[in-house]
């Protein structure tokens, strides 16, 4: 059984920074596209950035992009999303997930295994 595991999250004042983890526990981790979302209470859950399988390509939303940095271990099996500069509307459970696709993608159903979840909270 495929498990990834969040952790980082925490409450923040705007302007701060965090970085969340991802490990997972899959042998071919490295050779996934990999991703981070959000879901904000009421909301739907959104596309926050995704990482080739490389590691050499990148794509952000528009709402973090020049902010937050997604980057990934593969000696460690790990992703990673720094996040800089937050703001109150960054509030949300972020997730990660991988994906077969190994170019990554901005579409969550595309992606196969996902994370619990963790908790970000920026204060104004």
């Known amino acids: 059984q495929v498990q990834l595991v969040e952790s980082g999250g925490g409450l923040v004042q705007a302007g701060g920074s965090l970085r969340l983890s991802c490990v997972a526990s899959?042998?071919?981790?490295?050779?996934?596209?990999k991703g981070w979302f959000r879901q904000a209470p009421g909301k739907e859950r959104e596309f926050v950035a995704t990482?080739?399988?490389?590691?050499?390509?990148?794509f952000y939303a528009d709402s973090v992009k020049g902010r937050f940095t997604i980057s990934r271990d593969k000696d460690k099996n790990t992703v990673y999303l720094q996040m800089n500069k937050l703001k109150p509307e960054d509030t949300a459970v972020y997730y990660c997930a991988i994906t077969a696709l190994a170019s990554g993608s901005i579409g969550k159903k595309d992606y196969d295994y996902w994370g619990q979840g963790t908790q970000v909270t920026v204060s104004s």
């Open positions: 990482i080739n399988w490389s590691g050499s390509s990148t």
């Open positions: 899959l042998r071919t981790f490295s050779t996934y596209g």
